[in-house]
């Protein structure tokens, strides 16, 4: 279950990352790939926290569910 949900995430932050490198010709892409990266490390954090304090059914936020 949290290989699945950990994947799901990465996935959608490999998208935003590269939606916000597309971006980058146009100069926004630089400002969304830092709050892309600082939000992946925030969420990544708090998910190793919540797990390992024992909630087993923690899910990420804002992430896309591609794997069922």
Partial sequence: VHGKESLN???TV??????SWVL??????FVLL???A???LILTIMAAI???NGQLDYRY???LRLLK
Avoid: M, N, W, Y
């Avoid at 490999?14 to 939606?19: G, R, V």
């Fill in 9 to 11: 995430f990465q996935i």
């Fill in 14 to 19: 490999s998208i935003a990352a590269i939606i």
């Fill in 24 to 29: 980058v010709f146009i100069l926004i892409g």
């Fill in 34 to 36: 830092a709050i892309v």
């Fill in 38 to 40: 600082i939000g992946a």
């Fill in 50 to 52: 919540k797990v390992s």
């Fill in 61 to 63: 936020p804002f992430a």
